[in-house]
């Protein structure tokens, strides 16, 4: 199956700092690309929907000057945390679907843990 | 969007078929059902995809029932590793692009 991968795997920075995630599709170019946040024991929660060469689309709620994407590549998206706060330390994670694969299939990172001190 | 239910949490034993049932009533005619399972603190993984009827592959079955409005997986014979969390998506296609929302999942147990 197509592999995706999230960079770093778990981060922990000090507070009013910024943290980048990196997610990248190996062996297919990633259209869309969706980034998620998971609070322990919750459900998986979509923040924003990110095409290639396009501004992200953000879900309601979620404060697009605190979380940045960029999705410049069909390869590679970006989600940065600016100045983040002890609420923001959660488990990030991104999937992504492509144009060689059916619309209907999407391919999961395996996540970063966010631990902001 | 369509939204899932599905039971919170359920107990089974090894070598039991263990049967997680999903209700999406206002599925729209484009969405297609989709099950998850996710191990703490690792991404989601594909498990079964299907439209209508009954699907089946090396891991699970996905039993669809004419009206779409609920949909059953079915894991034959779980071990202990198949403790996990199972979610239940409607992919809902919004300008083009399926969107992935996910539900409260099951969390099951298994037990020896």
Known sequence: GAVVSQHPSWVICKSGTSVKIECRSLDFQATTMFWYRQFPKQSLMLMATSNEGSKATYEQGVEKDKFLINHASLTLSTLTVTSAHPEDSSFYICSASGIDRVNTEAFFGQGTRLTVV | ?112
Not at chain 2, 74 to 83: A, E, G, M, Q
Not at chain 2, 84 to 106: E, H
């Open chain 2, 1 to 112: 969007l369509a939204k899932t239910t599905q039971p919170i949490s359920m107990d089974s034993y090894e070598g039991q078929e263990v049967n997680i049932t999903c209700s999406h009533n206002n599925i729209a005619t484009n969405d297609y059902i989709t099950w998850y399972q996710q191990f703490p603190s690792q991404g989601p993984r594909f498990i079964i995809q299907g439209y209508k009827t009954k699907v089946t592959n090396e891991v699970a079955s996905l039993f669809i029932p004419a009206d779409r409005k609920s949909s059953t997986l079915s894991l034959p014979r779980v071990s202990l590793s198949d403790t996990a969390v199972y979610y239940c998506l409607a992919q809902s296609l919004t300008s083009g692009t399926y969107k992935y929302i996910f539900g409260t999942g099951t969390r099951l147990k298994v037990l020896a």
